[in-house]
């Protein structure tokens, strides 16, 4: 009896070992023992963004300089016309966008300025004085504020969205989140780099202004749920084990 015991607690213990193995199996972005924070995370945009394949964008074209959105605005004109609802234009994998008129274009890599100077120099062929006014509409940051199943996808409104305004539009760090361990992600020259932040005490304000980028990942380390997750993994097997002695004892106990 006393052997069967005693193999029961070693199939719990070694059960246990194995499942723990998967314990908080979802973290994401683990960093080595003794890695170091930067110390060089940039707080403004270090160069303006630049359009890449499967970005979409919206353009307004006028003649004359803009003329008519001068006219539009103070209502000199008398020739009143209703506004065209603008269409969104995708970015092609080659780099390439079909527009009107021109046909493709690469826009690929061209700053938003860029975009606008090459469609202006292109359509002035076909246009007196054209202005065109380009807009991204995809840009956006995705936000783990601290646990997976909370993740968002923040659309960037404008070009000066603070980290402080990501993380609120996100729902603020949840209950399980380390403010201590905020990860910024981002893409610089093909490379994407990973900045820790922390604003868990008064000294990270200077960082809750800091711009974010189009296509910036915002992860807040997750607490480990270590008790939570072993428990829920260990009361199963325990249940098992202690079925099985019940039934093997009144088997001995009949011979």
């Given at each position: 009896?006393?052997?069967?015991?005693?193999?029961?607690?070693?199939?719990?213990?070694?059960?246990?070992?194995?499942?723990?193995?998967?314990?908080?199996?979802?973290?994401?972005?683990?960093?080595?023992?003794?890695?170091?924070?930067?110390?060089?995370?940039?707080?403004?945009?270090?160069?303006?963004?630049?359009?890449?394949?499967?970005?979409?964008?919206?353009?307004?074209?006028?003649?004359?300089?803009?003329?008519?959105?001068?006219?539009?605005?103070?209502?000199?004109?008398?020739?009143?016309?209703?506004?065209?609802?603008?269409?969104?234009?995708?970015?092609?994998?080659?780099?390439?966008v079909k527009?009107?008129?021109?046909?493709?274009?690469k826009v690929?890599?061209?700053?938003v300025t860029?975009?606008?100077?090459?469609?202006?120099?292109?359509?002035?062929?076909?246009?007196?004085?054209?202005?065109?006014?380009?807009?991204?509409?995809?840009?956006?940051?995705?936000?783990?504020?601290?646990?997976?199943?909370?993740?968002?996808?923040?659309?960037?409104?404008?070009?000066?969205?603070?980290?402080?305004?990501?993380?609120?539009?996100?729902?603020?760090?949840?209950?399980?989140?380390?403010?201590?361990?905020?990860?910024?992600?981002?893409?610089?020259?093909?490379?994407?780099?990973?900045?820790?932040?922390?604003?868990?005490?008064?000294?990270?304000?200077?960082?809750?202004?800091?711009?974010?980028?189009?296509?910036?990942?915002?992860?807040?380390?997750?607490?480990?749920?270590?008790?939570?997750?072993?428990?829920?993994?260990?009361?199963?097997?325990?249940?098992?084990?202690?079925?099985?002695?019940?039934?093997?004892?009144?088997?001995?106990?009949?011979?």
């Amino acid at each position: 009896m006393k052997l069967l015991f005693r193999m029961c607690i070693f199939c719990v213990v070694t059960l246990a070992l194995v499942s723990s193995c998967g314990v908080n199996s979802n973290l994401m972005f683990k960093e080595a023992k003794g890695a170091t924070p930067s110390d060089s995370i940039p707080l403004q945009p270090t160069e303006d963004y630049r359009i890449s394949q499967s970005d979409k964008f919206t353009f307004s074209l006028t003649t004359k300089n803009g003329k008519r959105i001068i006219e539009d605005m103070t209502g000199i004109s008398e020739a009143r016309t209703e506004p065209v609802e603008k269409v969104e234009y995708v970015v092609r994998q080659n780099g390439f966008v079909k527009l009107p008129i021109l046909g493709l274009v690469k826009v690929d890599g061209l700053t938003v300025t860029e975009c606008e100077d090459t469609l202006q120099a292109k359509y002035g062929k076909k246009f007196i004085d054209p202005f065109v006014q380009v807009t991204i509409t995809n840009q956006r940051v995705i936000v783990f504020p601290g646990n997976g199943s909370d993740a968002k996808v923040i659309p960037l409104e404008n070009t000066n969205t603070t980290l402080m305004e990501a993380l609120a539009k996100a729902g603020g760090i949840t209950d399980r989140g380390k403010a201590s361990a905020i990860k910024l992600m981002r893409k610089v020259n093909g490379e994407r780099l990973v900045y820790t932040l922390d604003l868990s005490t008064i000294e990270g304000l200077q960082y809750v202004d800091m711009i974010v980028q189009a296509n910036d990942y915002i992860y807040v380390e997750p607490t480990p749920e270590l008790a939570k997750e072993i428990s829920e993994d260990i009361v199963p097997i325990v249940s098992l084990v202690s079925s099985a002695v019940f039934i093997l004892s009144a088997i001995l106990l009949l011979k």
